[in-house]
Nanobody, 121 residues
Framework: QVQLVESGGGLVQTGGSLRLSCAAS????????MGWYRQVLGKQRELVAT???????NYADSVKGRSTISRDNAKNTVYLQMNSLKPEDTGVYYC???????????????WGQGTQVTVSS
């Protein structure tokens, strides 16, 4: 099994910053990609940012220029630095990881339990 543990959520005022962390542990051979998604009650989970093993990143238009995703491969940890936060950034942020279990290219996706981010106006 693979466990993803998120931390760093909380309540912040508009314009503030938060740094989310997500550490992966368990039975896997490698991590090919990690990412952050946001879900608001009643809506589908949406992509915030992803980072692949080579370091290439991808961001939702809504967070470009305000957020930075990074990864510490030695710690199997992904971070999301969010600046200039807006009320519309509010939601539950979920971390995910695509991992391989052996030398094959078959990957498996795992999700964390989510961490609440609330931006007050």
């Amino acid at each position: 099994q693979v466990q993803l543990v998120e931390s760093g959520g909380g309540l912040v005022q508009t314009g503030g910053s938060l740094r989310l962390s997500c550490a992966a542990s368990g039975d896997f051979f490698s991590i090919t990609a990690m990412g952050w998604y946001r879900q608001v009650l009643g809506k589908q989970r949406e992509l915030v940012a992803t980072i692949i093993s080579g370091g290439r990143t991808n961001y939702a238009d809504s967070v470009k220029g305000r957020s930075t995703i990074s990864r510490d491969n030695a710690k199997n940890t992904v971070y999301l630095q969010m600046n200039s936060l807006k009320p519309e950034d509010t939601g539950v942020y979920y971390c995910n990881a695509d991992v391989t279990k052996d030398y094959s290219n078959t990957s498996f996706r795992y999700w964390g339990q989510g961490t609440q981010v609330t931006v007050s106006s």
